[in-house]
Nanobody, 127 residues
Framework: QVQLVESGGGLVQAGGSLGLSCAAS????????MGWFRQAPGKEREFVAA????????AYAESVKGRFTISRDNAKNTVYLQMNSLKPEDTAVYYC????????????????????WGQGTQVTVSS
């Protein structure tokens, strides 16, 4: 079992930055691909970013490319999402997820690829 707990959400003004963390327990994340998804009110959960199990590849949704950065520190068993130049449309609950196996990040853009999910953290961007 892998337990994932997100933190770092909050309220930020448009153009600002926010960093999210996903702390894992139960098993090390070194052999898991990791991803961030988000869900806004009235919308489907959507892919945000993913990183391969060794951190050698990353993938981003077009809507966040150039603004968000996913990274991982396997020694700390933690995955991060640095969000810069935030927009009101980034407002959502952000979820961390872990996928078994060694898929490249480009293969981790679908929620069905993931085996474990956190409970989410709210990010609100004001205009």
């Amino acid at each position: 079992q892998v337990q994932l707990v997100e933190s770092g959400g909050g309220l930020v003004q448009a153009g600002g930055s926010l960093g999210l963390s996903c702390a894992a327990s139960g098993r090390a994340l070194s052999t898991y691909g990791m991803g961030w998804f988000r869900q806004a009110p009235g919308k489907e959960r959507e892919f945000v970013a993913a990183i391969s199990w060794i951190g050698g590849s990353t993938a981003y949704a077009e809507s966040v490319k150039g603004r968000f950065t996913i990274s991982r520190d396997n020694a700390k068993n933690t995955v991060y999402l640095q969000m810069n130049s935030l927009k009101p449309e980034d407002t959502a609950v952000y979820y961390c997820a872990a996928a078994r196996g060694g898929s490249a990040a480009s293969r981790l853009t679908y929620s069905s690829k993931y085996d474990y999910w956190g409970q989410g953290t709210q990010v609100t961007v004001s205009s």
